[in-house]
């Protein structure tokens, strides 16, 4: 696998981990300051945060492949990439709701992903 493949796909698989974790900790409420032992004992029980937590070995494999090859000061600023992907999966898959003010920072990130991008 070529080393940008790798950084994009790293940032994509990453992205969609977060959507993961969010669905495998969501409805998983608990009412004292400290989460019960049948909190974390469900918790794990979660195909969601298996899910995730396969996703994140998968995506940080793929990030390592990638920095091995490009230099950090290239590859780190793409990472916020995935700020938007998460954003409109968000929107997609967890019907979030995702105000204007949110999607304009969002093209700002975007423009600065280009520049470094093409640079």
């Known amino acids: 696998m070529n080393s940008m493949a ?11 981990a977060q959507i993961l ?5 969501s409805g998983r409420t608990y009412f004292s300051k400290l989460p ?9 029980r979660s195909g969601w945060l298996w899910a995730w ?3 994140f070995v998968i995506a940080t494999g793929l990030w390592l492949v990638a920095l091995s090859r490009i230099e950090i000061s290239y590859a780190f600023p793409l990472l916020s990439s995935s700020y938007v992907l998460v954003a409109v999966l968000s929107k997609w ?19 600065g992903v280009i520049l470094i991008a093409v640079a």
Not at 6 to 16: E, P, Q, R, Y
Not at 36 to 44: D, M, N, P, R, Y
């Open 93 to 111: 898959l967890l019907n979030e709701s995702v105000p204007a003010s949110r999607w304009l920072a969002m093209v700002v990130i975007c423009a």
């Open 36 to 44: 019960s032992f049948a909190w974390w004992t469900g918790l794990l």
């Open 6 to 16: 790798a950084l994009w796909a790293s940032i994509a698989i990453g992205g969609l």
């Open 21 to 25: 974790l969010k669905r495998g900790v």
């Open 53 to 55: 937590g396969i996703s």
